[in-house]
């Protein structure tokens, strides 16, 4: 399958722009040369957790307004 991924990692977030920041390079350096693609899931943060996120080497899926655990 040439290009697809090994392994996916989901975070789930609200308000986690900073430790996304710091954490998404330390998961990806972990993981090494393997094909990992990670998923953020951003449940409406009223923080930058998005914008953060549009940085970074990963797919974003972002609700608005923030659903909580039922959503």
Same mark, same amino acid.
């Given at each position: 399958m040439g290009d697809a991924p090994e392994l996916s990692v989901?975070? $789930?977030?609200y308000r986690e722009a900073e430790?996304?920041?710091?954490?998404?390079?330390?998961i990806l350096q972990y993981?090494?040369?393997r094909r990992v693609e990670i998923v953020v899931v951003d449940d409406g943060? $009223?923080?930058d957790t998005a914008a953060v996120s549009r940085t970074l080497p990963v797919l974003l899926i972002s609700y608005q307004p923030n659903r909580g655990k039922g959503g």
């Open positions: 989901v975070i $789930p977030c430790r996304l920041r710091k954490h998404v390079p330390s993981f090494g040369s943060s $009223p923080d």
